[in-house]
């Protein structure tokens, strides 16, 4: 074999390996976005659950609150009506 001939596919070889590297690579990019989109998506959904949760505690609350201004002011008759009585 000539030298220009060895040099030739030393240089097609490597330019061969370059190329095989830059596809490795790129799948690998690839692969993390989509890892990183994944788990966008899953904190997405955590924090939409969490607001959720938190909108239905905050009804909760006030129906709670309701319920206890209620019972407050029957407590309130009851006493009365029971002083009225003594």
């Known amino acids: 074999m000539s030298w220009p001939t060895t040099v030739f596919l030393l240089v097609v070889v490597i330019v061969a390996a370059f190329l095989v590297a830059l596809v490795i690579v790129g ?3 690839g692969r993390k976005e989509k890892r ?3 788990r966008a998506d899953d904190l ?3 924090v939409h659950r969490f607001e959720k949760l938190a909108e239905n505690t905050l009804d909760a ?3 709670s609150a309701v319920d206890l201004a209620e019972l407050r002011t029957r407590t309130a008759s009851i ?3 029971l ?3 003594e």
């Open 27 to 29: 799948l690998f990019e």
């Open 44 to 46: 997405r959904q955590l």
């Open 79 to 81: 006493e009365h009506i």
């Open 36 to 38: 990183a989109a994944a």
């Open 61 to 63: 609350q006030q129906r």
């Open 83 to 85: 002083r009225s009585v």
